[in-house]
């Protein structure tokens, strides 16, 4: 039992703790049976129009209990969750989250730190996670980094230091259009959407992002990449900027890092690498040397909530040139003035390398997940995904009603039920398969052909579970043939 003397009834904390304590319990244990249990409950379910009408309430001017609140959570929030946690989920690029970052995440919302910038651990727990970040992609030890919501973000992040980098500091001030220079740039054309979103909200276009072919391995084809930047060249645009992809999200490919490294120096052009979620495959010592390269990039963006298994959100976005970034960044504010002394003492601020200022604790969860299970054992993770993923490539390969539709790189299997109208008959099984709840792949096209797209990133992920996407996909196959 624990009373705290003059408490404040204006504040917003409880006037009864020990209620508090108790319900508090109680929710920690709810979610603890939760993941516990987890196996035992659908991947998703389709949400009952009375479920989600729930979520039209007019503005709650009057008190609800938090039990109360809590309840509806457990009826109506918990159970219709998209299941990402669940050992079944093999959609689109979802991480399964663990216990300790969910433990983690519930002790940084308790201190409420504020990362943009001032004296204080947290900042520097984030920057221990830099360190990490530079020690295990070979970078130098000064290289700049900060948490931010996803790659989408960490891309544009990049973007923005390469373009500062080759119009100078005018940009920020004049624009981009101030120049009178015409950046492009390249990927390939499995990239993720989001380089071509965020060349648009650079100000650059998204046509002036060039798709560049890939070859039979759905890998960036260098000869085409040389042959783009020569014309763009002679047609007076400026070439700034190349992202290569280490884990592509189509199928998993890697671009050939060292070539397209070798290519930017050359050119002279930012070499960037979108390892989303591949890049911490360097964990893995097994596959750590198919990304050989990825030490000479200039900028790399990932995502810890990936194969990482941090809770989402935990991108992070890491540069070579500190000082670029810090350029690119940071402004003077009367209020955040640096100190020599004191709470706002200290220089580079986080707030200096990117957008937000106001900044949540990330990297608590992060530092959590690092510290409590080991590197080791987080790259062994990952290298299981990949081998759970060759061993549904076999199976596939073993099965006649089945086609493979690209090769198997790392943890993502595209592949079909054969027959008439397959494009047809396999978005039927997806959905079918989503609504068992057993296990739940995505769709993908690959050369126009429509694909079931199984990636494999949960930590959950077992053999039965590749078994039962096999059979489940054979069941509703041969089904929907004869129907
Ligand atoms: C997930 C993903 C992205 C986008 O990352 P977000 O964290 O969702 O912003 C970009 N590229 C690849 C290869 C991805 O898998």
Request: with cysteine.
């Amino acid at each position: 039992m624990t009373t705290t003397p003059e408490q404040d009834s204006d504040s917003l904390d409880p006037q009864q703790w020990d209620e508090l304590r108790a319900q508090g319990h109680k929710m920690l244990d709810d979610m603890f049976d939760y993941l516990q249990q987890i196996r035992s409950r659908p991947v998703w379910q389709p949400i009952p129009d009375e479920v989600r009408g729930q979520f039209a309430q007019p503005l709650p001017r009057h008190a609800t209990d938090l039990t109360q609140s809590h309840d509806i959570f457990m009826r109506s929030i918990l159970p219709y969750a998209i299941g990402n946690s669940h050992p079944g989920f093999m959609g689109w690029v979802h991480g399964g989250g663990t216990p300790v970052g969910m433990l983690a995440e519930m002790l940084a919302a308790g201190l409420n730190a504020n990362l943009g910038g001032r004296d204080h651990i947290p900042i520097e727990v984030e920057r221990q996670v830099l360190r990490w970040v530079c020690e295990l992609f070979g970078f130098p030890k000064d290289a700049s980094g900060l948490f931010v919501t996803g790659t989408s973000m960490a891309t544009l992040i990049s973007i923005l230091v390469a373009r500062h980098k080759v119009l100078g500091p005018e940009v920020r001030t004049l624009g981009v259009a101030a120049g009178g220079k015409r950046l492009t740039a390249y990927t390939s054309r499995g990239a993720h959407g989001c380089i071509a979103k965020m060349m648009d909200m650079a100000g650059l276009g998204s046509e002036a992002l060039r798709l560049i072919p890939m070859d039979n391995a759905h890998e960036m084809d260098i000869a085409a990449l040389r042959h783009a930047i020569a014309s763009d060249r002679a047609l007076g645009y400026t070439p700034f900027f190349i992202a290569a992809t280490a884990g592509s999200v189509n199928t998993g490919a890697i671009d050939p890092l060292i070539k397209v490294a070798d290519v930017a120096h050359q050119e002279k052009l930012w070499f960037h690498v979108d390892g989303a979620y591949g890049a911490l495959a360097m964990l893995s010592p097994d596959i750590a040397p198919r990304l050989a390269g990825l030490e000479r990039a200039d900028s790399i963006a990932f995502d810890f909530h990936k194969w990482g298994q941090v809770p989402y959100d935990a991108g992070f976005v890491l540069i070579r040139d500190r000082a670029q970034h810090r350029d690119t960044f940071a402004s003077p504010a009367a209020y955040l003035r640096r100190e020599t002394h004191g709470m706002a003492a200290g220089t580079d601020w986080p707030c200096d390398f990117g957008p937000d200022l106001s900044r949540g604790f990330r990297a608590l969860k992060t530092w959590f997940t690092l510290q409590v299970y080991g590197t080791d054992r987080l790259g062994q993770v990952i290298a299981h995904t990949c081998d759970l993923a060759k061993y549904l490539e076999q199976r596939i390969l073993a099965t006649p009603q089945l086609e493979l539709l690209a090769p198997v790189s790392l943890n993502i299997v595209c592949f079909r039920y054969r027959g008439d109208d397959a494009d047809h008959i396999n978005a039927g099984i997806v959905g079918a398969l989503q609504e068992s709840g057993r296990v739940a792949p995505s769709t993908t096209t690959l050369d126009g052909k429509l694909a079931i797209r199984a990636a494999i990133f949960n930590h959950r992920t077992n053999k039965a579970d590749i078994d039962a996407l096999i059979n489940a996909t054979l069941e509703l196959g041969t089904a929907k043939m004869n129907s």
